[in-house]
């Protein structure tokens, strides 16, 4: 419990001079308190209500927050991965795209790909962005400065035939993308305040994909493209947060019950149950300090403190070096109870007394 009398001044009044008529003029603001001074007050509700504070000047000097559905699960038998919706060109068109924590570009396919998915086991209908269709849709050249800052910071490279900035990235499960640059209207629903949404739109640059391989080119998870969510320049979040419309800043939850969905706001979550950790400065992905590693509250693995593991919404699986791994697996095997999955052999079932 704080109390407040030690926290506030016993102020009742400021004062302060200003410029007018080339005189300094007395004025004089009134202070009220909003806890009672009698009252003793948690500690939490003190830090959320700065947090609430906090949100507020972000908020009018970002301009809003955007929100966007997210779709999906963490459960890899069904979904395993987690999708939302942008709008793109003029006439906007709806593409929904995987979230991913662990690269920077937003990137979908092109009405040119050959090799791409046309059917989707997830219950989407894929669609495919036709730049002849958009009237604001612009090309990134290879003279474009642009381009330029792309090549330094991503796998980008000038395809002087057609004299149009490309790229070809390739993701740790061993799919790949690959195609061009082009520069159009992402369209947003930003939250104004506490209850008015505004629609605005921002030219943003992304990727028009025009071959796949992988996992990529399966139909049974595929989506229209990938929504990057790194920290780059070239991040949706960056270029949106240089144009004044949204705040570099978001927030991501994941719901991992049989529900599945979560949040995505370009913005910040306030919630006093939030626990918040520092991100490690200067690394190419998200990345925390991992400390230890407990099951059933005994800690089975711990670090000098330095070790760093990446937060990655693309990645469906929790990798773990071998010193962590083996521990974990074997305190799991002793402390939790699994029901028996149809992929579990029986002899594993029969053994462990799981059915």
Not at 131 to 151: E, Y
Not at 185 to 205: F, K, M, Q, R, W
Request: charged share 15%.
């Amino acid at each position: 419990m704080v109390d407040l009398r030690f926290l506030v001044m016993a102020v009742v009044a400021a004062v302060f001079m200003s410029a007018a008529s080339g005189g300094g003029v007395m004025r004089v603001l009134t202070l009220e308190r909003t806890f009672p001074a009698d009252q003793k007050v948690e500690l939490e509700a003190l830090k959320a209500r700065d947090l609430a504070r906090h949100a507020r000047i972000l908020q009018s000097f970002a301009g809003g927050i955007a929100d966007f559905p997210v779709v999906g699960t963490s459960d890899p038998y069904l979904v395993g991965l987690y999708f939302t919706k942008v709008k793109l060109g003029s006439p906007p068109r709806e593409f929904n795209v995987q979230i991913d924590t662990g690269s920077d570009v937003l990137w979908v396919t092109c009405s040119s790909c050959n090799n791409c998915p046309r059917t989707s086991g997830l219950g989407v209908e894929l669609n495919f962005f036709d730049a002849a269709n958009s009237s604001t849709v612009s090309s990134i050249s290879c003279a474009d400065s642009t381009c330029a800052s792309i090549v330094q910071t991503a796998s980008a490279e000038c395809f002087t035939q057609s004299n149009r900035c490309g790229y070809s990235f390739q993701y740790a499960d061993g799919s790949g993308t690959a195609g061009f640059y082009v520069s159009d209207l992402l369209y947003l629903d930003t939250i104004l305040g506490t209850s008015s949404i505004a629609n605005s739109s921002a030219p943003i640059v992304f990727g028009c994909s025009t071959s796949m391989s992988g996992d990529l080119t399966k139909s049974d998870t595929a989506v229209d493209g990938l929504f990057g969510f790194g920290q780059q320049g070239l991040s949706v979040i960056s270029q949106l947060s240089s144009h004044g419309i949204t705040p570099k800043v978001f927030s991501h939850c994941l719901k991992g019950d049989g529900n599945g969905g979560g949040v995505l706001v370009l913005g910040e979550i306030l919630d006093s149950r939030i626990v918040y950790t520092p991100l490690v400065p200067s690394q190419p992905h998200y990345s925390l300090y991992l400390q230890s590693i407990a099951v059933n509250g005994t800690a089975v693995f711990t670090t000098s403190g330095n070790q760093r593991t990446i937060v990655d919404s693309g990645t469906t699986l929790a990798y773990l070096v071998e010193e962590a791994y083996d521990p974990f697996v074997g305190a799991v095997s002793l402390h939790l109870v699994f029901p028996c999955h149809p992929l579990c052999c029986n002899y594993w079932c029969h053994k462990n007394g799981k059915w």
